[in-house]
């Protein structure tokens, strides 16, 4: 399917390199500022400034309250409800402009996912807190997906990202289209391959849901919802090599012996961890385009990615 628009994703400010931290400086990420800004729309965001903080600035921290997490100023006041309600315009924006990701600065009292120091009375208490911008705007914005700059530098969390990113981005323009039984059909067998790598049971459960509704305006609301949180759940290393064989199973008749032995060490190779998932899906698609395989011609899971992100360019950790 052709996209219509292009992809937009929401960034801190200060990973663009824009000088809005408190201490008037910013902490420009390269690989979001350049990686992500050839191949996306990026839109800049700061919460802190848009709750009409200065810059500089005191810094705010998260204090561990009975009632939950607050968020306070230097001078204790308490700037939880400045932040929950330009969270909820900040989330309605995202939703009508079609923001398909959202990438936020690690460690921000406001921004930070899991990783934020909590705080009660002096005393640092944990540091797995998550910024109340970035939890409200989960809550509200449960599919998009949200990354932290320092998990785009790990190759797994940077392609389960980008994968949930483009997912995202192509079933918004199925719905947003005059949706018929044949491009349902058409979205679920080109996307059922990186959903087993997901979810197995999802992509099955779909499978069987799509053969059985009859009202497929009714059912895409349904499909969707479903089809985003299976992609939510990690693939494995052992999930993409069973989809890796599944696919490399079309190619049995149309390569030689001598090509089927190169391609199912390409595939062991990356189940051993010694080269990138890209390797063969690379030669997969190939083969596929070279022997005209159709079953293969059109898979989401073989797409060719913009080759700034390094998508599925990197070593999957232990």
Same mark, same amino acid.
């Given at each position: 399917?052709?996209?219509?628009?292009?992809?937009?994703?929401?960034?801190?400010?200060?990973?663009?390199?824009?000088?809005?931290?408190?201490?008037?400086?910013?902490?420009?990420?390269?690989?979001?500022?350049?990686?992500?800004?050839?191949?996306?729309?990026?839109?800049?965001?700061?919460?802190?400034?848009?709750?009409?903080?200065?810059?500089?600035?005191?810094?705010?921290?998260?204090?561990?309250?009975?009632?939950?997490?607050?968020?306070?100023?230097?001078?204790?006041?308490?700037?939880?409800?400045?932040?929950?309600?330009?969270?909820?315009?900040?989330?309605?924006?995202?939703?009508?402009?079609?923001?398909?990701?959202?990438?936020?600065?690690?460690?921000?009292?406001?921004?930070?996912?899991?990783?934020?120091?909590?705080?009660?009375?002096?005393?640092?208490?944990?540091?797995?807190?998550?910024?109340?911008?970035?939890?409200?705007?989960?809550?509200?914005?449960?599919?998009? =997906? @949200?990354?932290?700059?320092?998990? !785009?530098?790990?190759? +797994?969390?940077?392609?389960?990202?980008? #994968?949930?990113?483009?997912? *995202?981005?192509?079933?918004?323009?199925?719905?947003?289209?005059?949706?018929?039984?044949?491009?349902?059909?058409?979205?679920?067998?080109?996307?059922?391959?990186?959903?087993?790598?997901?979810?197995?049971?999802?992509?099955?459960?779909?499978?069987?849901?799509?053969?059985?509704?009859?009202?497929?305006?009714?059912?895409? =609301? @349904?499909?969707?919802?479903?089809? !985003?949180?299976?992609? +939510?759940?990690?693939?494995?290393?052992? #999930?993409?090599?069973?989809? *890796?064989?599944?696919?490399?199973?079309?190619?049995?008749?149309?390569?030689?012996?001598?090509?089927?032995?190169?391609?199912?060490?390409?595939?062991?190779?990356?189940?051993?961890?010694?080269?990138?998932?890209?390797?063969?899906?690379?030669?997969?698609?190939?083969?596929?385009?070279?022997?005209?395989?159709?079953?293969?011609?059109?898979?989401?899971?073989?797409?060719?990615?913009?080759?700034?992100?390094?998508?599925?360019?990197?070593?999957?950790?232990?």
């Amino acid at each position: 399917m052709e996209r219509r628009r292009p992809i937009r994703i929401v960034v801190s400010g200060c990973l663009l390199g824009e000088e809005v931290r408190y201490d008037g400086g910013h902490r420009r990420s390269e690989t979001v500022a350049s990686a992500l800004g050839k191949a996306f729309e990026l839109v800049s965001e700061c919460p802190e400034i848009g709750i009409g903080l200065g810059v500089p600035r005191p810094k705010i921290r998260l204090e561990r309250k009975p009632g939950g997490t607050r968020l306070r100023g230097s001078r204790g006041e308490d700037l939880t409800p400045l932040m929950d309600d330009y969270a909820r315009q900040a989330a309605s924006v995202f939703d009508e402009t079609r923001v398909a990701g959202i990438v936020l600065k690690s460690r921000s009292p406001s921004c930070g996912m899991g990783d934020v120091k909590l705080h009660e009375g002096s005393a640092v208490i944990s540091e797995n807190g998550t910024g109340v911008f970035a939890s409200r705007i989960a809550a509200a914005l449960p599919e998009a =997906p @949200r990354i932290s700059e320092v998990d !785009l530098e790990e190759p +797994a969390l940077r392609d389960h990202w980008l #994968t949930r990113v483009f997912a *995202l981005a192509e079933i918004r323009e199925l719905a947003s289209g005059s949706a018929d039984a044949r491009t349902l059909y058409e979205f679920h067998a080109r996307w059922k391959m990186v959903l087993m790598a997901h979810s197995e049971g999802t992509a099955r459960r779909l499978g069987r849901f799509l053969a059985a509704t009859r009202d497929i305006h009714g059912a895409l =609301p @349904r499909y969707g919802k479903e089809f !985003l949180a299976g992609l +939510a759940e990690p693939a494995s290393v052992g #999930t993409h090599h069973n989809v *890796l064989l599944h696919l490399a199973g079309h190619l049995k008749k149309p390569l030689d012996p001598a090509a089927r032995v190169r391609l199912g060490g390409e595939i062991a190779a990356f189940r051993a961890r010694k080269a990138p998932l890209a390797a063969p899906v690379r030669s997969l698609a190939a083969w596929a385009a070279r022997r005209e395989v159709q079953s293969l011609r059109n898979q989401a899971y073989l797409a060719e990615r913009p080759a700034s992100l390094a998508y599925r360019e990197g070593i999957y950790r232990e």
